[in-house]
């Protein structure tokens, strides 16, 4: 076995123990706090929850970090901000990370979530290409 293959193996047995699949309430909350406090104008409050929600977005499986009120805000607003996809100019149905690393439940919109349609987006994915922002204007 590869040493990569015992990480993977290491982070499931990891994520086992520590129950992980049972922290997605958690992310929750704290992306209900955050939004709270970003509407009390607490902002030392919200960088608390942010830094929490962060912790735990990176320790829960992706599957389960797209069910979360966070991922579903996010996925909206970057939409609705960018109505056509940044490679084609169709109709934009996906959000698409430019990257994961150190962004989860920190991501901004166009910085490091952007809008395509489906095809460019399972075309990039399909290709395992996971293009930046910057690469993704070279192509439209």
């Avoid at 990480?7 to 922290?23: G, P, Y």
């Avoid at 912790?55 to 992706?62: C, E, P, Q, R």
């Avoid at 966070?70 to 901000?81: I, N, P, V």
């Avoid at 149905?93 to 901004?108: A, I, P, S, T």
Wanted: proline letters at 1%; one cysteine or more.
């Amino acid at each position: 076995m590869s040493l990569e293959n015992n990480d993977a193996h290491f982070l499931v047995r990891a994520k086992k123990i520590l129950r992980t699949n049972e922290w997605l309430p958690i992310l929750n909350h704290f992306y209900n706090q955050k939004t709270q406090a970003f509407m009390d104008n607490n902002f030392d409050k919200v960088s608390d929850y942010i830094y929490w929600g962060h912790l735990i977005a990176n320790a829960i499986d992706y599957d389960q970090y797209r069910q979360s009120h966070h991922w579903k805000d996010l996925r909206t607003r970057t939409l609705d901000k960018y109505k056509n996809c940044i490679v084609c100019s169709r109709p934009s149905e996906d959000m698409h990370h430019n990257r994961y690393h150190g962004v989860l439940f920190k991501e901004q919109v166009g910085v490091d979530v952007v809008a395509m349609c489906r095809c460019c987006h399972t075309k990039f994915h399909n290709d395992n290409k996971v293009a930046n922002y910057y690469e993704l204007k070279r192509t439209n």
